[in-house]
């Protein structure tokens, strides 16, 4: 079984799955890392060259070479959920975890990277509160979720782990 992290960017996902991984003893890969080896450029690149379809479809390819993989700590790009065939195809072999944090901590921690083609926008809290409102139906879809606002990624591995029974 995989355990797939998502959610909103900045929300903790590829430092819980790291984390999650060391606890569980199991392989960490991030989708995003993935999709940077195939395509041999940066995820900004991708956007600002190709657009964010082109993207949404390298997601896809993704997602569906992921669920036939087994025993992954699997962190995905916050957008994987909004086509129903990667949640599909993700959950043939695995439990989808959405990872939350407040629109606060989210900017917060978004500022500490910069290479965040969606918020190459003036007013970032703003487009961070249109696009979770804009996904939440699609987050909701998971098996469950978590919201990493108040933890390190250690503890919130360790809650994780308590939530799958494992």
Known sequence: ???ILTGFMATGKSEVGKELARLLKMEFIDTDDLI???VEIKISEI???KG???FRDLESEIAKEVGGWDNYVIATGGGIVLKQQNIDAMKKNGKIINL???VKKILERAQKNFARPLLNVK???SEIEKLLSERKPYYERCDFS???SETTPEEAAKKIVEI???
């Open 1 to 3: 079984m995989n355990i």
């Open 36 to 38: 940077e080896e195939k």
């Open 47 to 49: 956007f600002a060259k």
């Open 52 to 54: 964010e379809k082109y």
């Open 100 to 102: 939350t944090a407040s």
């Open 123 to 125: 007013n970032k809290k």
């Open 146 to 148: 978590f919201d990493t």
């Open 164 to 166: 799958l029974k494992i």
